[in-house]
């Protein structure tokens, strides 16, 4: 079945340096890869997305990168602020319909 | 722009309550809507896609008769948890989608308590 994965664990990471999170899947081949970030009791908001022709998106301090070989996405917040802390989710989707599949987040904890 | 707006924000009611839920698109026509439900450090939980003017698709083992979802426009569509029972307490967010198909904007939920 499809599946993905991102690190379950909170993710702290001192202010000012590159946060890196991983996201990997299987059994699936997206057309489109998207991040977004979700606050506590809040929902999601949309960040980035990368198409599967694409190697990698910039966005300010945002950069994504789309391996479909590894089926792997990285997501870098470079110089990173303590107002970067949340909750940053995964999500696959085809060309078939707008449905995303859903990774169930990493924690990014930016530590001042 | 890209503006989804749901409401309430917070229920807390009765068991035995049915509980209307609202999500509208302010500055874009939404072709098709979502609605999820999610669980603590969990992943969004899609329960039913609708497009406006037409019945929504249930995903596998979402009740269609306890979760009654309407789109009856390009701006707003509703869920409505029908005689709703404590297991029914969950964060419920829905989203919207252009004529593009992505991304999906969201609104920010709903955290509905049945007591």
């Known amino acids: 079945s499809q599946k993905i994965e991102q690190n379950s664990e909170a993710l702290n990471i001192q202010e000012g340096k590159t946060a890196t999170l991983t996201c990997n899947y299987t059994?699936?081949?997206?057309?489109?890869l998207q991040w977004y970030r979700q606050d506590p009791g809040r929902g999601p908001v949309f960040l980035l997305l990368?198409?599967?022709n694409e190697k990698e998106k910039r966005k300010e301090r945002l950069k994504v990168t789309f391996d479909t070989t590894l089926k792997q996405s990285l997501f870098h917040i470079t110089a990173s602020q303590p107002a970067d802390s949340a909750t940053y989710l995964c999500?696959?989707?085809?060309?078939?319909?707008?449905?995303?599949?859903w990774g169930a987040g990493t924690k990014l904890i930016i530590k001042p | 722009g890209a503006v989804v707006s749901q409401h309430p924000s917070r229920v807390i009611c009765k068991s035995g309550t049915s509980v209307k839920i609202e999500c509208r698109s302010l500055?874009?026509?939404?072709?098709?809507m979502f609605w999820y439900r999610q669980f603590p450090k969990q992943s969004l939980m899609l329960m039913a896609t609708?497009?406006?003017?037409?019945?929504?698709?249930?995903e596998q083992g979402v009740e269609k008769d306890k979760f009654l979802i309407n789109h009856a426009s390009l701006t707003l569509s509703t869920l409505t948890v029908t005689s709703a029972h404590p297991e029914d307490s969950s964060f419920y967010i829905c989203?919207?989608?252009?004529?593009?198909?992505?991304?999906?904007?969201f609104g920010d939920g709903t955290r509905l308590s049945i007591l």
């Open positions: 989203s919207a989608t252009g004529a593009g198909g992505q991304p999906q904007h």
């Open positions: 500055d874009f026509q939404a072709t098709t």
């Open positions: 609708s497009n406006e003017g037409s019945k929504a698709t249930y």
């Open positions: 059994n699936y081949s997206p057309a489109y």
């Open positions: 990368i198409r599967e």
């Open positions: 999500a696959l989707a085809s060309d078939s319909n707008y449905q995303l599949i």
